[in-house]
């Protein structure tokens, strides 16, 4: 992205294997009623499959380093959204859902960890996530501001 002001209204996007959203080294991001959906047949395989070999060609992809009993990895289904390095963004409502959570929740009273990843990011504004069924919705590390 730029650091021109960016404006998302209304956006949505689904069934990525990675991740929905991905804010890397943005700026003056203003987003308004985005959507997210988890792609339907995950855990069954888990992130980066069935696409590893393409993981990291885009900066700002995750790791996915899935080490054992690390529930913040982000391994269990993609990231609804991402932020690193990011500053001066504000959302505005967000729906970020996981058809797998639900079917977990009914099957086994489980839920996936959590969704939203921030990392080194200032001067976020998050108002109204709307999620289901998650045990964390926003995971964070090294925010200098964070207005929730």
Known sequence: MTDK??????TASEHAVFYQYNFHSAANIYAGMVQTESPYYQPTPPPPAPFANVLGRFPGDPAYNCAAGDEFSGCDESWAIIMTGSKNIFVAGAGIYSV???????????????????????????????????????VSKSIDAVEK
């Open 100 to 138: 797998s959570s639900c079917r977990k929740h009914v099957e086994a009273s489980n839920s996936v960890t959590f969704l939203v990843s921030i990392l080194i990011t200032s001067h976020l504004v998050v108002l109204d996530i709307c999620t289901n069924l998650y045990r964390y919705s926003i």
């Open 5 to 10: 002001r960016q404006r998302l209204y209304g």
